[in-house]
């Protein structure tokens, strides 16, 4: 069973909460109830937003990608093709290219981390590190403030994590808004599963009720005067296992319910399917899901590889969005394309590209985002940002507004500071929402 943390806030679980999960959990399945659930939920005017994050790790040569320097000996081979007036992208991108009025091009990222794990912490939180103060990812924020109550899903999901810098979670928020973690390590798309959510053979509803309030009982016992975060977190992250374990949640997961036709257009990789999973997870009100595509660290070979890694983000990425469009499900869910720096103009001896935080790109698409556009722009040589410089914090403060949060809102943190949900210097970009 993976783990699944509770919240740093007071709960107390009683024996009939215990007792409505176990029998969820052995009861069987409410035949046909997700369905129409799912449904209702995407067609409701006042459904909650939520965010993907596709996540390049590595850093992606956005100069290959979104901001083509054609003609210049930066350039590199690659031609560019026009996704909407004023919008021209990678050859490599077809299928992103005929939804371009859905995109948001950002040209004008920049930040000062070149260091894989620093800026890798900088683009997932907002923030640098700092001392004690243990920053949450933008996911567990999300989660956060955006809480589903009633949902047996998590709120944050991370498919396929590639960690530099060991796990970005929940933070000074708790353990409660720390991402379920599935597939990591994966290599294909089988591995994108959550073990142990199904009882093991000869283990009876009576028996499972039976363990499930033995357990209760040993953490009733443990608790007795001792109390605080640490055994709050052990019954909620209990609960969580419990509620996770429901038939109707653990569906979620099971990709083999999709039409053969669709997984083969998301693509049979670990990202095309990672995709589909997080489509999947948002349609059931998960708050925000993490997809990974890992490999763009391309110090050398760098065409080649992005050639490849292009053609993987296209399909899953451009299916991902026509997908969520088709159920509705695209004006309520933000869809973010970044990793943590851009790779150098100048092309090095290997035929690649270094790291480059100065001059990069992320693409916006869904919840109110402004499509068909480019905000900012580099210079000739894409070597810096020439127009509407954007900070990473302000990525992260426009992801707030997008989904309707306040991102000058405060928390306490960990160290007795309050601390805003974006830096106190992000700003939302002009003209994007």
């Excluded at 599963?193 to 000869?202: D, T």
Aim: hydrophobic residues 40%; aromatic residues 6%; glycine residues 14%.
């Amino acid at each position: 069973m993976p783990s699944l943390h509770g919240p740093s806030s007071a709960l107390t679980l009683s024996r009939r909460d215990w007792l409505r999960g176990a029998v969820g959990v052995v009861g069987g399945s409410m035949s046909g109830w997700l369905a129409p659930f799912a449904a209702r939920a995407a067609a409701n005017p006042a459904r909650k937003k939520s965010v993907i994050v596709l996540w390049m790790n590595g850093g992606p040569a956005t100069i290959d990608m979104w901001d083509l320097k054609t003609g210049h000996k930066n350039g590199g081979p690659f031609k560019e093709i026009e996704a909407a007036p004023g919008v021209k992208i990678s050859e490599h991108l077809p299928k992103l290219a005929k939804l371009g009025k859905e995109l948001a091009v950002v040209r004008s990222v920049t930040s000062k981390e070149g260091d894989h794990g620093r800026a890798t912490f900088f683009a997932r939180t907002g923030y640098n590190p700092v001392g004690a103060i243990q920053f949450p990812a933008l996911g567990s924020v999300v989660a956060h403030e955006l809480p589903r109550e009633g949902n047996d899903l998590p709120g944050f999901v991370s498919i396929a994590p590639r960690r530099f810098a060991g796990e970005i979670g929940g933070g000074f928020l708790g353990p409660k808004f720390a991402p379920l973690v599935v597939g990591e390590g994966a290599v294909g798309p089988d591995g994108l599963k959550v073990p142990n959510l199904e009882r093991l053979a000869g283990v009876t509803d009576a028996a499972a009720t039976d363990r499930l309030k033995l357990l209760e009982g040993l953490e009733e016992k443990y608790g007795e005067g001792r109390g605080g975060a640490v055994v709050e977190n052990i019954q909620a992250s209990t609960a969580s296992a419990v509620r996770l374990m429901r038939p109707e949640a653990a569906a979620a997961f099971k990709l083999d319910e999709e039409k053969d036709k669709t997984r083969e257009t998301y693509g049979r990789n670990l990202f095309g399917q990672g995709c589909l999973l997080a489509r999947r997870l948002v349609e059931r009100g998960v708050a925000c899901v993490e997809v990974t595509l890992d490999g763009w660290d391309t110090h050398t070979n760098n065409f080649e590889q992005v050639k490849g890694l292009s053609g993987t983000l296209d399909a899953a990425f451009g299916t991902l969005i026509a997908d969520l469009k088709d159920r509705g499900l695209l004006d309520s869910t933000i869809v973010v394309c970044m990793g943590e720096f851009g790779r150098t103009p100048k092309i090095n001896g290997g035929n690649g590209r270094d790291h480059w935080p100065a001059s990069w790109a992320a693409v916006m698409a869904g919840g109110g985002i402004k499509g068909g556009q480019v905000i900012g722009k580099t210079n000739a040589d894409g070597t810096a940002v020439e127009g509407n410089e954007v900070k990473v914090p302000d990525l992260i403060a426009t992801v707030c507004k997008a989904t309707g949060l306040d991102p000058t809102k405060q928390n306490m943190s960990n160290v007795g500071r309050p601390i805003r949900l974006a830096d106190p210097s992000a700003k939302p970009i002009e003209g994007l929402l």
